[in-house]
C-alpha cells in the first residue's frame, strides 16, 4: 500500500490542524493504521493509533484529549485531529500501516509508510 500524508503546516500555539494519509493500492481496510512523530534530535514515537474497522483507537498519554485519529475506509484515508497545539507538537508527522486487524504502538511493526508532513508550532 502507498501512503500520502498531507496537512501540515505553521501554527501557533493553542491552533488546529488536521493532517490526512491517502492510502492506494491495496485494501486499506486490511490495515491497522499509526501515526508517528519525530522531533529534531529524538525518537519516533506514536502518537495515535487506529484498528482496521475503527472501532479500537489509541492516543498518547501526551495527546490525550487534545489529537483524534480517525479513518474513513470508504475513501481510504486516515486522519488526525490535532487540537489546542502546543510548541512541543513541533515535528515530522509519519502515517504507517500494518496488516494486521489493531495497530501496535511499535514503530517496527509496521510495514508502510508515508513520506511524512511537517507540524510547526509557533509560541
Known amino acids: 500500500v502507498q501512503l500520502q500524508a498531507s496537512g501540515g503546516g505553521l501554527v501557533q500555539a493553542g491552533g488546529s490542524l488536521r493532517l490526512s494519509c491517502a492510502a492506494s493500492?491495496?485494501?486499506?481496510?486490511?490495515?491497522?493504521m499509526g501515526w508517528f512523530r519525530q522531533a529534531p534530535g529524538k525518537e519516533r514515537e506514536c502518537v495515535a493509533a487506529?484498528?482496521?474497522?475503527?472501532?479500537?483507537?489509541f492516543a498518547a498519554d501526551s495527546v490525550k484529549g487534545r489529537f483524534t485519529i480517525s479513518r474513513d475506509n470508504a475513501k481510504n484515508t486516515l486522519y488526525l485531529q490535532m487540537d489546542s497545539l502546543k510548541p512541543e507538537d513541533t515535528a515530522v508527522y509519519y502515517c504507517?500501516?500494518?496488516?494486521?486487524?489493531?495497530?501496535?504502538?511499535?514503530?517496527?511493526?509496521?510495514?508502510?509508510w508515508g513520506q511524512g508532513t511537517l507540524v510547526t508550532v509557533s509560541s
Open positions: 493500492g491495496r485494501t486499506f481496510s486490511s490495515f491497522a
Open positions: 504507517a500501516a500494518v496488516e494486521k486487524q489493531y495497530a501496535s504502538v511499535n514503530s517496527y511493526e509496521y510495514t508502510y
Open positions: 487506529i484498528s482496521r474497522s475503527g472501532g479500537t483507537t
